[in-house]
């Protein structure tokens, strides 16, 4: 056996890496970090620009870090769009890491560039300026790819293949928790992170910094949307602006109630994004804190465990994803990477205006970027509302 | 070390085993055979007399099974009452295992015999009835225990004892979860089981069958009631006549909210009974299908995991209910012996007039069987009203 | 679905229960608390005599513990077996829990009055002794049997008929290992526990205490025996006169190596039974502690989980051990009650001079038992001789 | 909180990437993309030339797989050491992945070519070869790099620094094994792979193969080493030239006996490389393929949880090996940046003549690899002795 033989996403289809900048990521950021590590294992991109703070030494320092040349770092993205725009060298797509309110503005000025975008979830702090990057991205024909890095876990794949294939049958009930611990502590006056700052994030921190990610994950392996939630919203941890916790019912699209529990400050918990879906011939497990593993218990019959990386029982959707046997660990670092080298592919394939993708491709768009922030004001509304039962927006 | 140097629950506090009777549990039923293991593994108990079934030939083939003699089966309660009251070697205590609409009747016609009863949940069908039977054992100050067995597992004690001193702190958000898949199947019109009939389990199939364990389990570790419940209701598996599906938002009487999650029609799900409790200082998660293990998670600090039988760290409110050393399973029919062990050591000493007991004796009474019918009432309610914030009755 | 239904193991066949005397098992002990346990779960016995402790007081004191009346509390085991094989009410059988070397002069005086025996293991303290009670038991024809509680778990069972089925194919290699810590401490002398004390124990404390139990479950799950065998031992933990550790290199009888690996001086191990068997078209993998799951990894196929209590694809001859549903936990106490219900089928048979036995009893009889003393010796042979290959005795 | 505030063993300390060449790791290959990933997922390093294959056109195919010039791309390894040390531009450190015989002579011309190696174990097929090596390097002053990635997950570094602390005290005893499937079916004469072949392997595939990796463990973790070893090996799997399993004894340096399992022939195990640690004050267990968590049991303590990036209890000299919070995952491609961002920080700190490093590098020299093949020779002539306890070579 051998794992290299096999049509290998992490090969550059170009035969060269891309040219990709950022903005946001620097030194102080977070997701940055994984944004950049998914970028350089995918092997299908080298980053060589950046406005990576809007604090020049920050920026300048942080540049540093990422190898990038002093001349290629810029502290005002607008700059940076314009100059990578006009080099002949220049960027060929960039990643977007900052805060939620600058979003709209920043893909805007990219994608009119003429600049592939790769943006952070949620798409914007508020929806109007998610249907005007819908709108820009429609004009421009550029592409824009949302990050939802879950969805490019080897098993989440093989869980969408399964269902595809009918194996678990109609469904007929789902379960979706994203138990985090990180916010627990209380934000004081003067001190409030920009995650729970209702001018920065939108309308609800909770639901936009990870009930998206629940809600893309729900989508992508059901194949169903959400057409309506009840959503209460609570703080459990110490005082703070935005609740840190909400219980959301749902009404899936084929009729099936769910439940979406979230929450950042449970003791506890880090980062526990769990889904079960119960059809009416079987029912799947997964948990991204031991995401290799994928628990099938078909009606009536013992549990079956597909493996990442297993010799048999992978589908075809998920084999393309995997890059090391069984055994041998591939987590989130890997997700990323997966979604970095499918995004290289959309990307290579729009700038040579040929089709270089692996037939798989499942990557996000505008479209499903404007569907989140549809979902979050759903799940805000509902709330405000006390708790009615409210459809998401066509 | 001695497993039974120790004070040992296990040891009849009057040297001699209790008389016991049984009303149902014969051939056919499923939690009669529960409660007689339990007894049976307590060593307080000897069953020599029972009324086990409303069918004659059914009432003796199950006599013969369980060892009781050919004059003491019965098959109508009434007779057994009367007859066992007036012999000198008659039943000291009775276990009701019938259906919940015959539940009021039988208890109280042992009670008003003068002989302390043992009652499964829920503790009848309508709350009425309930109301009536906290007045008959008022009156007649004869005992009546609600059996919880889940309530009787030493790390259930465990949690309880570190909650009561502080170890997690304030509670701020509560998660219990009871899945289960034997009622997947449709019920076809004409043999439709009685667990699903309204007119024999009463408004709630689903909370009366199991979302009462899970209230009662929430109360018994976090020493909290629950103030105000949103209930949904669906029938996610096959056509029936009642939800086999509920999700239930609550309201703790110190303002935490809480997500209670009931369905007997999730594939792949057995006996899932978890709960998780986050507190400002810590959490603790517990799971019946691993029912040794209690998962201790301070804020801020290492995850320390407790384990029954371990030589450290198991409070005296959980040792005398352990019986052998770590790793040697003690499980759900563990938990019915402690049962019926402590309910023993109240009959006793109600009957010598004595305090035979150990000090953390923990007994559900007729007020907690009201209670829960209460809390079944406000879920059907909640339901009813569309999903409407209910109290509970006071 | 009634799990009452079906043949159960734990229904009395003769409509009553036996009577059953113990030798051993008074307060002090552990292992009689088990056997007292398993008892009284089966159903099928109840304990009406016994000479519990060598000690008067300790041996009356028990008796009360236990329920038995003062006039068959017995300090002396020969006066017991007299005086109960003369009572029309004596018991029917005897259950030995005392230290090694007095298992063989008990044992013979029971069989020689005629009373069946149940002795726990191993079969004595030295070799000669177990020959001449395979002797005894062949000359009178009453029953020995021997208690290996592991053996009686519903999933080891299950493996046994996977194995003798060919669904993993030939078995190519095995490990074992039993792990336990309460022994970890330096036995001071002077202070030396009997279970350290070669005089009592025989030439292997650590064989002889947990070693003959993972042999008799390797032989239950494979059929297949030990040919040879090559062991090192230590004190691994604080000083005393025996090894608390060994490890030992297996041939089987079918030519494939194992390992098999005894401590009970590991801190973090309780009752860490465990057995991996490979074979050449799958393998089967099994331990103590969470004894309710079975693995089976089919060669080239995902791996399986069969549950104790699953609606399908648990054999026949797992099913009659079986009581609760899934997910409803049964373990140690519950193989020691099905151990207890076989060996009351095996007994009962015998004294009606009737087979009223359910076809897939398992039990280990007097053979088995000087099987486990030639291992024992096989070990201290090759330990003895510096780790040399050794056949076990024919 | 942020991960990057901390000082971060990814940022390349030169403020630019080393430029790296492989000698091996072309298609068709498993190990070699294993260290491109971790070298550039490192961040240290870029790689920029390569001999990928003796095969010219897979040469050239692989290095337009991983973005190598083809003027850089080389079909001998000789010609690329010349070229490369002559150009300004060349590379600074070469990574070597070829089969094991050929180690010795490509790893001693880049040495002699004053670039720096980084070596894929074990170091030779023959030990005088690794003799020599040690030599060469000595002799060069170039450094010499053997890669163990196991040793680089974080909680590997945590165990050995709880150990080094003395929280388990004094070792008693060790387990280690390291199962695998892969080779589990025959090996046909005509077709026998390379890892088969004892004239490209050298002595022992299964010790050489996983073996030096097990070992290498155990001495990372408890800072002891092998004394004396006891060997016996089999096939177990189909017929294959070498044998595919291995039971080894060890004697440690400070007495403690110890087991090795080794197997790459036992179904349903992938990676299964786990260890387990007894000492006299409390136990350590890691699994490899659960690798963020660490198990400590103190004695008579509670168990202990430690997880890779929590907030609390993670020690120094592993801390600087995280990038990202707990619970989002960080696995073998992992431990491999982890280990190109050491070797990048010794290579860049020898060239800049400039101690650059942080303080805890753990990484494996020419020594360490010289041992390795120790260890190998040990357990062969062992093996061939009929399993005599053989020394380690001093």
């Known amino acids: 056996m051998s794992f290299t033989d096999k049509s290998d996403l992490r090969l550059p289809p170009l035969g060269r890496r891309l040219r990709l900048g950022f903005v946001g990521g620097g030194r102080g950021g977070l997701v940055g970090a994984w944004h950049f590590s998914g970028a350089r294992l995918s092997n299908h991109w080298e980053v060589v620009a950046g406005a990576l703070s809007t604090r020049p030494e920050n920026a300048a320092a942080s540049a540093r870090d990422w190898c990038i040349a002093a001349?290629?770092?810029?502290?005002?993205?607008?700059?940076?769009?314009?100059?990578?725009?006009?080099?002949?060298?220049?960027?060929?797509?960039?990643?977007?890491?900052?805060?939620?309110?600058?979003?709209?503005?920043?893909?805007?000025?990219?994608?009119?560039?003429?600049?592939?975008?790769?943006?952070?979830?949620?798409?914007?702090?508020?929806?109007?300026?998610?249907?005007?990057?819908?709108e820009v991205q429609r004009a421009t024909g550029v592409s824009l790819t949302m990050t939802y890095p879950f969805s490019h876990h080897a098993m989440v794949r093989q869980a969408r293949a399964l269902i595809a294939r009918g194996e678990i049958g109609r469904i007929r009930q789902v379960h979706v928790e994203y138990l985090q611990?990180?916010?627990?502590?209380?934000?004081?006056?003067?001190?409030?992170?920009?995650?729970?700052?209702?001018?920065?994030?939108?309308?609800?921190?909770?639901?936009?910094?990870?009930?998206?990610?629940?809600?893309?994950?729900?989508?992508?392996?059901?194949?169903?949307?959400?057409?309506?939630?009840?959503?209460?919203?609570?703080?459990?941890?110490?005082?703070?602006?935005?609740?840190?916790?909400?219980?959301?019912?749902?009404?899936?699209?084929?009729?099936a109630p769910g439940l979406l529990h979230l929450s950042n400050a449970t003791i506890g918990q880090y980062c526990g994004l769990r889904i079960r879906i119960w059809g009416d011939r079987g029912a799947l497990e997964w948990d991204q804190e031991t995401p290799e593993r994928l628990r099938l218990i078909p009606l009536e019959q013992e549990e079956r465990i597909f493996l990442r990386?297993?010799?048999?029982?992978?589908?075809?959707?998920?084999?393309?994803?995997?890059?090391?046997?069984?055994?041998?660990?591939?987590?989130?670092?890997?997700?990323?990477?997966?979604?970095?080298?499918?995004?290289?592919?959309?990307?290579?394939?729009?700038r040579s205006g040929t089709d270089l993708g692996l037939a798989p491709l499942v990557l996000s768009g505008a479209a499903d970027g404007l569907r989140g922030m549809t979902f979050i004001d759903a799940c805000a509304d509902s709330w405000e509302a006390g708790g009615r039962w409210t459809a998401l927006a066509g």
Chains 1, 2, 3, 4 share one sequence.
């Open 71 to 134: 001349d290629r770092s810029y502290s005002d993205y607008r700059l940076m769009a314009a100059t990578e725009a006009a080099r002949p060298d220049g960027i060929e797509a960039v990643s977007i890491c900052t805060p939620n309110n600058s979003h709209a503005d920043i893909a805007a000025a990219f994608l009119r560039a003429g600049i592939d975008v790769i943006l952070d979830k949620p798409m914007t702090s508020v929806t109007a300026d998610a249907r005007m990057l819908v």
């Open 181 to 255: 611990d990180w916010n627990f502590a209380a934000q004081e006056a003067g001190n409030i992170g920009w995650r729970q700052d209702p001018s920065v994030v939108g309308r609800s921190s909770i639901v936009g910094d990870i009930g998206t990610h629940a809600y893309h994950l729900l989508h992508t392996m059901t194949g169903l949307d959400v057409a309506e939630v009840r959503a209460d919203m609570f703080v459990c941890g110490g005082a703070k602006p935005q609740p840190d916790t909400a219980h959301i019912g749902l009404r899936l699209t084929n009729g």
């Open 309 to 350: 990386g297993a010799r048999q029982g992978v589908l075809p959707e998920a084999e393309h994803l995997i890059h090391l046997p069984r055994g041998h660990g591939e987590t989130l670092t890997d997700a990323w990477a997966n979604l970095y080298a499918e995004a290289g592919v959309l990307v290579a394939s729009r």
